[in-house]
């Protein structure tokens, strides 16, 4: 079948009106996500601000002028020329932290928000810097990033924009200052370094020179205690055979016994040519020459009545009884010499005291 042309028109207006229909309906519903909203202008004025969801807009009279985004954003501005005080170039970088509170003042206040904080940051930074030296300006971020924050969040705030945070990235001085600064940290350490060097040696010498003494001290200390202990024993030694011989009551035999076994160990001494004989000897002599029949008496001990009689034995021995070892060695010397003088008999020779040898 054959179409006149006035249906072929009528055709083709309803499908474009169609098509007219369903793209109105279509820009009419608008879905706005989470955390972003969008300016509308009603015939090229501002409307309303649609938040999250879903909005029904007048086709062709309402339209959306731009999408803001309200979530917290981060912007790195390239690094900026700053002249410090004592006339260096250093170059700084920074990183702004911003959220947009208000999308309105955000569209119409400001053309441009961030190339606003960018210019703004460059002169609020310069003019900081200005006023500090080089030292002062690696030396003071933190005073620097809460001069810009304070600027920056007043300059923004009726923009509809919160400045959260302002850190320098990095603050880089030239080459030729970045030398001279790593060798004057390279002699500060050196210098540190031979003082902990020198301190740890002084240290030592303190620690080694008080050890000395203090074993040169417990040295001299234990000589001293040793040579008291031995003097001591000497002197305990000599009081305990004093008080022995003068409580056992011991007579010239005795004495003479004891100076015959002394001799044996003077004359072990190879170097001993002379030997220097006391007098106390010779009566110990005169008394042995008596027991062998010689006709001069032996000298007698005297002893005095009284002494022992008021006085305690200062004896501390470990012996139980020492007048019974007085008793057992004055009978072993009257024994010698009962055989002594047996043997003088049988030989028909008395026994002659200024002989070296005894009997020829």
């Known amino acids: 079948m ?3 042309p006035v249906q072929i028109a009528i055709a083709v207006a309803a499908i474009v009106l169609a ?3 369903i793209t109105a309906i279509a820009r009419a519903i608008q879905i706005v996500p989470q955390a972003e909203t969008r300016v509308v202008e009603r015939l090229g004025r501002y409307s309303r601000t649609m938040q999250a969801g879903m909005h029904l807009l007048v ?3 309402d339209k959306v002028r731009q999408k803001v985004d309200m979530r917290e954003q981060v912007v790195s501005f390239p690094p900026q020329s700053v002249i410090t005080s004592d006339n260096l170039v250093v170059e700084i970088d920074t990183v702004i932290y911003f959220q947009v509170t208000d999308a ?7 053309a441009n928000y961030i ?4 210019q703004l940051t460059v002169t609020t930074i310069r003019n900081v810097i200005g006023t500090m030296d080089l ?9 620097i990033n809460g001069q810009l924050r304070t600027v920056l969040d007043e300059a923004t705030g009726k923009w509809g924009i919160r400045v959260g945070r302002v850190e320098l990235k ?4 030239p080459l030729s200052v970045k030398d001279s600064m790593e060798k004057q940290m390279r002699a500060e350490r050196d210098r540190r370094a031979a003082i902990l060097t020198a301190e740890g040696v002084k240290q030592s010498q303190i620690l080694e020179a008080e050890g000395q003494k203090q074993s040169a001290i417990l040295k001299a200390e234990g000589d001293a205690q040793a040579a008291i202990l031995t003097a001591e024993g000497e002197a305990r030694a000599i009081l305990q055979v004093f008080d022995a011989i ?3 009551d011991a007579d010239s035999k005795l004495l003479a016994y004891q100076y015959l076994q002394m001799l044996p160990e003077i004359a072990k001494n190879e170097s001993n040519k002379v030997w220097f004989v006391p007098t106390e000897f010779t009566g110990a002599l005169k008394s042995i020459s008596a027991a062998f029949g010689m006709e001069e008496g032996p000298e007698p001990l005297e002893r005095d009545p009284e002494r022992g009689t008021d006085r305690k034995s200062r004896i501390t021995s470990a012996l139980t009884d020492p007048a019974e070892a007085l008793r057992q060695a004055k009978q072993e010397v009257e024994d010698a010499t009962s055989d002594a003088t047996d043997a003088g008999t049988r030989s028909g020779r008395p026994f002659d005291p200024n002989k070296e040898r005894g009997q020829q």
């Open 2 to 4: 054959i179409m006149d």
């Open 19 to 21: 098509i007219f229909v």
């Open 59 to 61: 086709p062709f009279i």
């Open 104 to 110: 309105r003042a955000a569209v119409y206040e400001i």
């Open 115 to 118: 190339v606003g904080m960018q």
């Open 135 to 143: 030292e002062q300006t690696l030396t003071s971020r933190d005073q």
């Open 170 to 173: 990095a603050i880089d001085p």
């Open 246 to 248: 003068h409580e056992g």
